[in-house]
Nanobody
């Protein structure tokens, strides 16, 4: 059974950077797309970024494009989210998720396994 554990969240000032990590267990990591979603208090979960099984294809929400970069290391079974130029509106719990197939999607129903999340708080 696949388990996902996120880390790297914290409190940062606007304009700062954080790097989130997601460690996966199980044997299917390298054959599945991975994604990051986030959920702020009182708001619905929203897509942030995703990456295909090989890392050759990535996608980003418009709100983070140019500021966030997703990457993965299949040998280490990890996926990362480098977040630069952070804004207060980026404050949320960030969850990584493993997809059903090799290609990424921005729809949460395309992902079968979710981590518990890591809190990111950006102060103004």
């Amino acid at each position: 059974q696949v388990q996902l554990v996120e880390s790297g969240g914290g409190l940062v000032q606007a304009g700062g950077s954080l790097r989130l990590s997601c460690a996966a267990s199980g044997r299917t990591f390298s054959s599945k797309a991975m994604a990051w979603f986030r959920q702020a208090p009182g708001k619905e979960r929203e897509f942030v970024s995703a990456i295909s099984w090989s890392g050759s294809s990535t996608g980003y929400a418009d709100s983070v494009k140019g500021r966030f970069t997703i990457s993965r290391d299949n040998a280490k079974k990890m996926v990362f989210l480098q977040m630069n130029s952070l804004k207060p509106e980026d404050t949320a719990v960030y969850h990584c998720a493993q997809g059903r197939v090799i290609d990424w999607s921005n729809k949460p129903e395309s992902y079968t396994t979710w981590g518990q999340g890591t809190q990111v708080t950006v102060s103004s």
